[in-house]
């Protein structure tokens, strides 16, 4: 028999628990708080777009029907809005140990007219429950079937212990309702968690209105990130997370070490990755210490007058391009932030033009066109006529048209971004500090200390500590403890500065070709300025700019653009000046962030990857304690070291990462061990 429970109606007709001292929702503010928690908590609408299979939800305390109802609602706007269909199915499978009865569900949503006509469809197929009524589960269908409903009748971890689901997961998001764990604590036990690790699907969201520190704890231990959030309701905070790193995984090495936000951070750097990091953590309300070996930040790679902001995209959606097309929007994003806050900084989102300079680039185009595997807005094909109205010059190549790329002067930004870290009151800097030697330190062996693992640089100032180091250098650190571990090269790069002419002074975007050349900049440092390049010595450690680099700038520009080259005329009496810089490379061309791996304990703990790379190992990556790596930019620092410091970010204060699982590992510096294992190595 189906347990009935005792409900009373408040004067507002808002149904009240008997059983649990409580309200199932507020009249005045349940149907927002709701919406807010469990539909945009759970980023349901986008996430209807980006599944083409079923869509699938589980709740925890189905109770009045107010999430499935509102969650039909937003279903039914998409459908609206989208009448061409490319909506996923969804099914919504929910659980309730003590269902209400019709005439006790009809009752209960009449303060709610403005979900009627949905709440009318519900009731027409809900049973009526009375005492004498014995049902397992309640089933619905809405929408001609694109919706269904399944309300298990048990308590809710037993309920969702019944249902199947293959290895890897059933449920995209979860909407953890219910009475509070303080009015229920029944239903918010290890059980019901371990069912929820059981059932999720690798980035399966969940949504809770409870901030209670074991429900933390539980959704942490079962492979959620966690992010504890400001609301505007009743709830001041809520919590939302991502399963990203599953315990019960079969591939361990991929799982990154879960760690107690630290307090206090120490970076190594001083160019766009370490700025980038210093401002994610100041934001996270993490002191940070950045340590540059030169008198100014910005000196290195990062100290050219104007570097072009795009992705790097391939025909067919790759690894490589997923990556970069998802950092290009999350640059383009945070450094429109900065200048809104008033950290304004010379730039220009003119586009950028990918010229087909030989006959065999056109083809590539063409094909690329084709495929059209990219939206037009980040990248699309222009004839030759439609470049030149867009450069605001004559070209005579067609090619492939960024229209929200652009230019930046790094030295101006990384100066603006450093100024917002500053501005949080959480960032000390301290140049003209050259490492040149880092040593882990471990913690002694009395009880009655409570010391961690932690690190000790030795400078030419003297000897600091770091409790929690992240290290962000370019190439010149390469060759340090620990870091020379990893596969990073260095690669050198010369730029030529030229004067402008009234010949090309109106180019209004970015040209790449094999090289690249940039509109004028707008400060007065490099007023009047193009920047052509750049040259790509590997294996050199020399920043001696050189005139026959130079010479190799202005040639690879003449043989590229002939007809443009000599529209311009320009000699070498035109050039400005000269930058030679080095850039840290890694061998796949994606930059590094995460913790600095232990290879050889990697190398003994997983030696069955060299037999079958499907080898199944639980055991998580060995790391070094509280060493972070974010390096091997390269010369895509611009685009990708925003995305990698919310990554870093998320590392080291436990949060949902900004990825998913597979690119998460494509960045992780433990997968060079882990490939050399593979292809027997090492």
């Known amino acids: 028999m189906n347990k009935k429970p005792k409900l009373s109606f408040q004067s507002n007709g808002t149904p009240y628990s008997e059983q649990f001292n409580d309200i199932y929702f507020d009249s005045k503010s349940g149907y927002q708080q709701s919406e807010d928690i469990f539909i945009h908590g759970n980023d349901i609408n986008n996430k209807l777009h980006q599944v083409n299979d079923t869509f699938v939800i ?18 039914q706007t998409l459908q609206i809005n989208h009448p061409n269909g490319d909506i996923a199915k969804l099914s919504f499978i929910s659980t309730e140990k003590f269902p209400l009865s019709k005439a006790q569900l009809i009752q ?49 971890a037993q309920g969702l212990s019944n249902i199947k689901a293959n290895k890897r997961g059933l449920v995209d998001a979860w909407y953890l309702d219910g009475f509070s764990p303080a009015k229920n604590p029944e239903m918010w036990s290890e059980a019901l968690f371990n069912q929820i690790g059981r059932l999720s699907k690798a980035q399966a969201s969940f949504a809770t209105f409870t901030v ?7 959704l942490q231990r079962i492979g959620f990130r966690v992010e504890k959030k400001s609301h505007k309701g009743d709830r001041e905070q809520v919590l939302t997370g991502i399963f990203q790193q599953d315990p019960n995984t079969t591939k361990g090495y991929q799982l990154r070490p879960n760690i107690v936000k630290p307090q206090h951070v120490s970076i190594i750097g001083g160019g766009i990755a370490s700025a980038c990091a210093a401002y994610a953590l100041t934001k996270q309300g993490i002191k940070v210490t950045l340590y540059c070996k030169d008198s100014a930040l910005a000196q290195g790679a990062s100290s050219n007058a104007i570097g072009a902001l795009y992705p790097l995209l391939h ?102 971004m450093i100024e917002a870290a500053r501005a949080t009151g ?99 440092q490099h007023q009047d300025i193009h920047c052509i390049g750049a040259t790509f010595k590997k294996d050199c450690k020399s920043t001696v700019t050189t005139s026959e680099d130079d010479q190799f700038n202005l040639a690879m520009l003449g043989n590229c653009l002939p007809d443009l080259t ?34 050889q304990r990697h190398i003994e703990a997983y030696p069955h990857l060299a037999k079958d790379k499907n080898w199944k190992y639980n055991e998580p990556a060995p790391v070094l304690k509280n060493l972070y790596v974010m390096m091997g930019f390269g010369a895509r620092g611009l685009c990708s070291a925003p995305l990698a410091a919310d990554i870093l970010a998320a590392d080291l204060c436990g949060t949902p990462y900004p990825v998913g699982n597979e690119m998460l590992f494509n960045l992780s510096p433990n997968r060079f061990v882990i490939r050399d294992i593979v292809r027997r190595k090492v």
């Open 212 to 218: 209670a520190g074991f429900v933390k704890r539980h």
């Open 566 to 599: 000599k529209q311009i005329k320009w000699t070498e009496k035109d050039i400005s000046s000269s930058k030679a810089r080095l850039r840290c490379m890694t061998p796949d061309h994606i930059p590094v962030v995460g913790a600095m791996p232990d290879i």
């Open 58 to 75: 589980a709740e925890t305390g189905f109770g009045t029907g107010l999430n499935f109802l509102l969650t039909l609602q937003s279903y």
């Open 315 to 416: 025909q067919q959606k790759d690894d490589i391009s997923l990556f970069y097309q998802q950092a290009f929007w999350r640059a383009k994003t945070l450094y429109t932030e900065l200048a809104q806050q008033g950290f304004d900084f010379h730039h220009d989102w003119c586009g950028l033009l990918e010229v087909a300079y030989k006959e065999a680039i056109n083809k590539r185009q063409d094909k690329f066109a084709e495929l059209a595997s990219w939206p037009k807005e980040l990248i699309h094909k222009v004839t030759a006529e439609q470049a030149s109205k867009i450069a605001n010059i004559n070209l005579s190549q067609s090619g492939l048209f960024m229209p929200n790329a652009g230019w930046i002067a790094p030295q101006s930004l990384i100066q603006q």
């Open 108 to 156: 209960s949503l009449k303060p709610l007219p403005q979900l009627a006509l949905l709440s009318d469809l519900l009731i027409t197929q809900y049973p009526t429950l009375d005492n004498d009524e014995q049902l397992e589960e309640i089933n619905a269908s809405f929408f001609d079937g694109k919706v269904t409903l399944k309300v298990i009748i048990d308590d809710a």
């Open 426 to 524: 959480r960032l000390t800097i301290f140049t003209d500090v050259l490492v040149s030697k880092i040593e882990q330190v471990h913690p002694t062996e009395s009880p009655s200390q409570k010391e961690q693992t932690h690190w000790k640089l030795q400078t030419n100032q003297g000897d600091f500590e770091a409790k929690t180091l992240v290290v962000c250098g370019g190439a010149e650190i390469i060759d340090i403890d620990f870091i020379k571990q990893l596969p990073f090269t260095s690669v050198q790069g010369q730029i030529t500065s030229m004067k402008t002419n009234e010949n090309i002074k109106s180019l209004s975007t970015v040209i790449c070709h094999k090289g690249y050349l940039t509109p004028t900049c707008t400060s007065s």
